[in-house]
């Protein structure tokens, strides 16, 4: 078995599963955020009359909000806040960061745990060698509150296997953007994706969690990285290990996946999502000169503190076209203190940014952050959809921290390579 | 002469000590009608209001109640410039008269929450760039009153216009500052005068030391609270004494912005060499050109004096500002929400006052902390230094420089919630929820409630 059949083995109860058997497994995590959070509790108050089984494995955080801007999110906020008090759930309320990163850095995620979450982006948790699936707020509500448990289909699993070096320009979230539009839109439906080899082994954590951040993009199932030293060492210090003993993966050799998809990434150019969907990828140097109004660094796919490093390594003693605006989203606390204690708020201040709290930042302009008819924003989200930043005429480039540095430095879309 | 007001000798007896309606009144006509029959005869003594009016209208001898034409030096808008714009686009033919004395800053509601406001932002910009606006201050700059101090576009003696009710607070570094509305700054745009009514004007005596956890925000709540919201309906409000002359310009900048909510049409103090200090450091050339100062013997319609050495923290509660009690009345109340930030108290030295008292503590469980920089100088001062790095760690969330959620920008609550605010507004509905609360207070005061979760006087975190 790989690992998530091995997860999903054992918390079915289950010597072995085989991809397509149908198993009800115990859930480990069910985190949600303000939003779902919202609707998830309400459901669950009005339809269903039986108690929470496992609150300390439930989570919320306060993400897509930061500073309400009405009373109607006002309450969406104090209605979450009282339902996390009364069920004795945990809350990470407003300026903990976006909620994945938040529940990992809070100790809440480790490898071998099945995580569920009412966020399409949930399989990011993969990164940390867990089975991670979105679900909707009425399967949470429903099954997971009061039986602690949810029912999978096994995946089959699909690997991609990378290997060589980047090109100087070339970032991992490139790399993550340009396998969306190879694997395609539909290309992966259902599947587990197993991302390795030795340029995924060579990677960090932080930037490991772009690869099953793809997942809903491809219309897999979950993505994950088999957990290695690195993982294990974040995890003890998050006091998150409780899942992994007795966890048996078989060694490669061994596993049959459905398929293997081998890419060298030596040759990849920096990439950029164009609307109206994440998989519609293209080389920057193909829409270069595009003008932007906005930049962020921020959401699932950035505000790491690395993003936070590349983008002052392009912007230090520099400032930001007078068109643009740049916002800074600090994924965590954590990320923000430390961006302070390194000197970056304060470069990047200097060159103009504006620094969001630790949140979703601009994502659905929820809190704030939308466009006019018209503008166009490079960012580091995980989403470009229509209409999801202000208005329905409105246009998102999804790139990496560098092409979103250098966009936000000539006020137009740029390719990072012509700065280094 | 007018009926002293005398405030702050006895903390319980300065509360409950409110001046009839009715003598004030009659003093304010006597000496209104004193002072025009001595500026008719053109010899009198003038106050600092007469003489900054003079100048802007280029005429001699205005008594109080005159109504001139005058050509204010500079016409601030704020994010609300998108109004002035449409009203422009409806006139015909119609010209910008001086665009260089023209100041838009981008601090109400930004960044955009939604395309229609990131529509009148955008609307802004560029009418801004198309015109020539001499003065262009996009999101993340700040709080227009602070924006246009630090970068050196307020100087004593100028008269200056804005769509902001706290303009009075131009005050501080000698100006006459005043909120107009928006079609008045229309009005300006295109000919470059603007009708005024020379004010009355009020003498506020600030003497004694301040007490640890005592600020200037605690003397003007008490003001506030003893002379009630229309104390200066229309009077020019001059700060004078030894306490005002002790104070920094960012101290002095609260004392003249929270002089609007005693009805003031501005506020001044008499500009020195801390002022002077302030403006060569802002870059401003020649800072005393046009400066002015009243004259002895000026006559006032109304006087006041605070003894600051024992006075105690106050607070205003809902929903007026004018409903100031002593903290120890209202201490303990539970709240929902602290909020540091607004054109009242979130300078840089509000910062450190904020920080010094949440060093290596934790805001408590259950409490929302945000805090606003009032601008992008605040926030770099704060980054450098070390502040901001202390609020994140106590549990603040930090915003991005602007009005925040004094201006509705942020910081709403819900129904029964209750906020402490260093703002200088706690009218029901400001913030969220018509049934929801809001008290006003200095930073120190905030910081410490915000470590308790209940109103706590800052004297007991200080010791």
């Known amino acids: ?420 | 002469m007018s009926a002293p007001t005398k405030t702050g000798a006895d903390p319980q007896a300065s509360a409950s000590a409110k001046t009839g309606a009715g003598p004030q009144a009659s003093a304010v006509a006597k000496a209104a009608e004193t002072s025009s029959v001595k500026g008719a005869a053109g010899t009198a003594p003038r106050t600092f209001a007469q003489k900054a009016i003079e100048r802007a209208s280029g005429s001699s001898g205005l008594a109080p109640g005159t109504i001139v034409e005058v050509e204010p030096d500079l016409y601030m808008s704020h994010t609300a410039s998108w109004r002035c714009i449409k009203t422009f686009e409806k006139l015909p033919g119609a010209a910008i008269r001086h665009p260089e004395r023209i100041a838009m800053v981008m601090d109400h509601i930004s960044p955009a929450p939604t395309a229609q406001v990131a529509g009148h932002h955008r609307l802004c910009r560029e009418f801004a760039r198309a015109h020539g606006v001499g003065h262009f201050f996009d999101v993340n700059e700040g709080i227009a009153h602070l924006v246009l101090m630090e970068r050196g576009l307020i100087k004593p003696g100028e008269v200056i216009i804005g769509t902001d009710s706290h303009s009075t607070i131009y005050g501080a570094l000698g100006a006459l500052g005043t909120g107009v509305g928006f079609s008045e700054i229309t009005a300006t745009w295109v000919t470059g005068v603007l009708w005024m009514m020379v004010p009355d004007s009020m003498k506020v005596t600030l003497e004694g030391k301040l007490p640890a956890g005592v600020y200037p925000k605690d003397i003007m709540l008490r003001l506030i609270g003893d002379l009630t919201a229309d104390g200066a309906t229309y009077l020019s409000v001059e700060f004078e004494g030894g306490l005002t002359a002790a104070m920094s310009i960012s101290q002095r900048m609260t004392l003249c912005n929270l002089a609007m909510e005693l009805g003031a049409k501005n506020a001044f103090v008499k500009p020195d060499a801390v002022a002077y200090e302030y403006l060569t450091a802002a870059g401003v050339e020649d800072p005393a050109r046009h400066a002015l100062i009243s004259d002895a013997g000026a006559s006032y319609v109304r006087e006041s004096r605070i003894d600051a050495a024992r006075l105690p923290p106050q607070v205003a509660c809902p929903h007026t500002v004018d409903n100031v009690r002593p903290v120890g009345e209202v201490a303990g109340l539970k709240l929902d929400q602290v909020f540091v930030g607004s054109c009242a108290n979130a300078k840089y030295d509000d910062l450190v006052e904020v920080a010094r008292i949440l060093k290596g503590r934790r805001v408590a469980a259950g409490i929302r902390m945000l805090v606003t920089p009032g601008s992008r100088d605040t926030m770099k001062r704060a980054a450098d230094s070390g502040v901001l790095s202390t609020l994140i760690e106590a549990g603040a969330i930090i915003t991005n420089p602007g009005c925040g959620a004094c201006a509705g920008d942020g910081g709403a609550m819900d129904k029964g919630e209750v906020t402490l605010s260093t703002a200088n507004r706690n009218f029901r509905g400001r913030m969220g929820s018509y049934e929801s609360d809001i008290y006003l207070a200095s930073p120190a005061t905030a910081a410490a409630s915000a470590l308790t979760g209940v109103i706590t006087d800052p004297r007991e975190v200080l010791q």
């Open chain 1, 1 to 420: 078995m790989n690992l998530v059949e091995s997860i999903l083995a054992r918390a079915s109860g289950r010597k072995s599963v085989e991809p397509g058997e149908i198993v009800i497994a115990e859930v480990d995590r069910m985190i949600m955020h303000d939003l779902s959070g919202y609707m998830t509790a309400r459901v669950y108050d009005e339809k269903v009359s039986k108690p929470l089984k496992h609150p300390d494995r439930v989570i919320m955080v306060f993400d897509h909000l930061f500073s309400p801007p009405r009373e109607q999110e006002a309450e969406v906020l104090k209605s979450g806040r009282e339902w996390a008090a009364k069920y004795g759930i945990r809350l990470l309320d407003c300026g903990n960061g976006n909620i994945h990163n938040a529940v990992a850095r809070n100790g809440f995620i480790g490898p071998g745990m099945v995580v569920v979450g009412s966020d399409s982006h949930t399989p990011v948790h993969g990164a940390l060698g867990a089975f991670a699936v979105a679900v909707g707020n009425d399967c949470h509500a429903g099954m997971v509150f009061p039986h602690g448990k949810a029912w999978f289909r096994v995946p089959s699993t699909v690997r991609i296997e990378l290997s060589g070096t980047l090109r100087a320009g070339t970032t991992p979230r490139d790399v993550a953007l340009w396998l969306v539009s190879r694997i395609g839109e539909d290309g992966a439906v259902y599947k587990a994706l197993e991302f390795g080899g030795p340029f995924i082994e060579a990677l960090g954590l932080f930037d490991r969690w772009l690869f099953p951040l793809i997942t809903v993009d491809v219309g897999a199932k979950c993505g994950y990285i088999e957990p290695d030293e690195k993982v294990f060492e974040f995890a003890r210090a998050a006091n998150a290990m409780q899942c992994w003993s007795g966890l048996e993966i078989a060694p490669r050799h061994e596993r049959r996946p459905e398929a293997v998809l081998t890419y060298d990434v030596s040759s990849i150019e920096p990439q950029v999502a164009c609307p109206p969907t994440v998989g519609n990828v293209k080389p920057v140097s193909e829409v270069a000169g595009k003008s932007v109004q906005w930049a962020e660094i921020g959401g699932h796919g950035g505000g790491r503190v690395e993003d936070i490093r590349m983008l002052a390594q392009v912007l230090g003693g520099k400032s930001v076209h007078p068109a643009v605006r740049l916002n800074v989203v600090p994924s965590s606390r954590a990320v923000f203190k430390q961006a302070l204690d390194e000197g970056l708020v304060q470069v990047l201040h200097a060159a103009g940014a504006l620094w969001f709290p630790p949140s979703t930042g601009s994502n659905q302009s929820v809190n704030m952050g939308a466009m006019a008819a018209g503008e166009a924003m490079i960012s580091t989200h995980s989403r470009n959809f229509p209409g999801r930043n202000g208005s329905a005429d409105a246009s998102m480039y999804l790139g990496s921290a560098l092409t979103v540095a250098a966009s936000a430095l000539r006020g137009c879309l740029t390719d990072v390579r012509e700065m280094l």
